[in-house]
């Protein structure tokens, strides 16, 4: 079955304290990215991957990290959590960038005390 | 930059009512335009696509969209709701083979029974 997973579903965490947010896609797509939802922003776009090792920042980048070392995993990082990256997360794939529809994983909800 | 606008937050209706969902966007090149929906407690699933031809979209579940370039608009409609069909709604635009999908804030909408 073609699908994005993500690990983990939830979390809560203290201010400062290094996490990492798992994502795998099994569809051989190229393009990746993390986006956080928030009530009223809709979903935005944190970092995109392209290939294996081409990242770029999206629209809200500031305190995280991403890295794409294999196709299929795209990891989130968050090197010093700060309360307002309390939110949730989704990674989503798709083979074309321009105009195919992107695969959402199931979302990560993050708390950041 | 590219903006998407929904210009309701909160929509209750009853069933069997009538739905239709705003959308405008800001970027005036050629747009691919996406409608995905948001069960609870679930991830993003697309409901319908537009990148060219017939302006009208047909969608899954009896969804429909119209797309007025014109207007810079991509309007979300369904003649007859069901229960089932509460969610949160989000418009999302991306520039032809372009990096970014810019997703708006997202409507919820509530279906009484």
């Known amino acids: 079955e073609a699908q994005v997973t993500q690990n983990p579903r939830y979390l809560i965490t203290v201010t400062g304290k290094k996490l990492t947010v798992t994502c795998s896609q099994n569809m051989n797509h190229e393009y990746m990215s993390w986006y956080r939802q928030d009530p009223g922003l809709g979903l935005r776009q944190i970092y995109y991957?392209?290939?294996?090792?081409?990242?770029d920042k999206g629209d809200v980048p500031e305190g995280y990290k991403v890295s794409r070392k294999e196709k299929r995993n795209f990891p989130l990082i968050l090197e010093s959590p700060s309360p307002n990256q309390t939110s949730l997360y989704f990674c989503?794939?798709?083979?074309?960038?321009?105009?195919?529809?992107?695969?959402f994983g199931p979302g990560t909800r993050l708390t950041v005390l | 930059a590219q903006s998407v606008s929904q210009h309701n937050h909160h929509v209750i209706l009853s069933e069997a009512a009538s739905l239709e969902l705003g959308c405008n966007y800001s970027?005036?090149?050629?747009?691919?335009l996406f409608w995905y929906v948001q069960y609870p407690g679930q991830h993003l699933q697309l409901l319908l696509k537009?990148?060219?031809?017939?302006?009208l979209v047909k969608g899954i579940k009896g969804f429909e969209a119209e797309f007025i370039k014109s207007k810079f608009s991509f309007n979300l409609r369904k003649p007859s709701v069901q229960w089932s069909d509460t969610a949160e709604y989000f418009c999302a635009v991306n520039k032809a083979a372009g990096n970014k999908l810019t997703f708006g804030g997202g409507t919820r909408v509530l279906v009484k029974p």
């Open positions: 989503a794939s798709t083979q074309d960038r321009g105009s195919d529809t992107q695969y």
């Open positions: 970027y005036g090149g050629t747009v691919n």
């Open positions: 991957s392209m290939n294996v090792e081409v990242t």
């Open positions: 537009y990148f060219s031809g017939d302006p």
